[in-house]
């Protein structure tokens, strides 16, 4: 069965940091980009960051470049994000996916494959 578990999230104020995790079960870091997307309340769901280990690709969104980190653990089968400098308006459910790259980027998943969402909340 293939799965994406996260862990990581909580409350932190502005300016704080937290690292989300996606553990792969069933897939390797190899078959997919994997992508973390981000849902606030009464907002669309926005891309965030993407990563392509097969061929060392990564994308961010503009508003969280310089401040979010993807990285990845192939022994462990992870993606990581690494969010510094939070913001208020990073509040929202993060969730990863595995799907190709480009549909990452262009914010247009077609994958059933996702993580069960991890809420991020950002004080001012």
């Known amino acids: 069965e293939v799965q994406l578990v996260q862990s990581g999230g909580g409350l932190v104020p502005a300016g704080g940091s937290l690292r989300l995790s996606c553990a792969l079960s069933?897939?390797?870091?190899?078959?997919?980009?994997i992508g973390w997307f981000r849902q606030a309340p009464g907002k669309e769901r926005e891309a965030v960051s993407g990563?392509?280990?097969?061929?060392?690709?990564?994308w961010y969104a503009d508003s969280v470049k310089g401040r979010f980190t993807i990285s990845s653990d192939s022994a462990k089968n992870t993606v990581y994000l690494q969010m510094n400098g939070l913001k208020p308006e990073d509040t929202a459910v993060y969730y990863c996916?595995?799907?190709?790259?480009?549909?990452?980027?262009?914010?247009?998943?077609?994958?059933?494959?996702w993580g069960q969402g991890t809420r991020v909340t950002v004080s001012s």
């Open positions: 990563l392509s280990s097969s061929d060392g690709a990564i």
């Open positions: 069933g897939l390797t870091l190899d078959d997919d980009a």
């Open positions: 996916a595995a799907d190709s790259f480009e549909a990452i980027l262009r914010n247009w998943p077609t994958t059933d494959i």
